[in-house]
């Protein structure tokens, strides 16, 4: 088993930084790609970025592209996700989400791929 806890969500002005961290304990060894997915009040979970366990390929939705970049620490057993030039439609919850699964194209965009998930940040841009 593998327990992920976000934190650093809150309020932010439209233009503004916020910092998500995703915390991750237990056999961490099995996890391939760490993700992070977001999901606004009404719509499905989307996903955001992911990384890959060496921390080498990085990758984005077009929403997020340029703006938004994924992070990790192995020896802190930390995921990050610095968000820049917020928009209202980033609000959401942001969650971290962890894949044991190795693909061709080094990663999945389906939250049902995904393992192990946190409990949620919320994110808040307000304009």
């Known amino acids: 088993q593998v327990q992920l806890v976000e934190s650093g969500g809150g309020l932010v002005q439209v233009g503004g930084s916020l910092r998500l961290s995703c915390a991750a304990s237990g056999r961490t060894f099995s996890t391939a790609v760490m993700g992070w997915f977001r999901q606004a009040p009404g719509k499905e979970r989307e996903f955001v970025a992911a990384?890959?366990?060496?921390?080498?390929?990085?990758y984005y939705a077009d929403a997020v592209k340029g703006r938004f970049t994924i992070s990790g620490d192995n020896a802190k057993n930390t995921a990050y996700l610095q968000m820049d030039s917020l928009k209202p439609e980033d609000t959401a919850v942001y969650y971290c989400?962890?894949?044991?699964?190795?693909?061709?194209?080094?990663?999945?965009?389906?939250?049902?791929?995904?393992?192990?998930w946190g409990q949620g940040t919320q994110v808040t841009v307000s304009s």
């Open positions: 989400a962890a894949d044991r699964s190795y693909y061709s194209g080094g990663y999945s965009y389906r939250p049902s791929d995904y393992d192990y």
């Open positions: 990384i890959n366990r060496r921390g080498t390929s990085a």
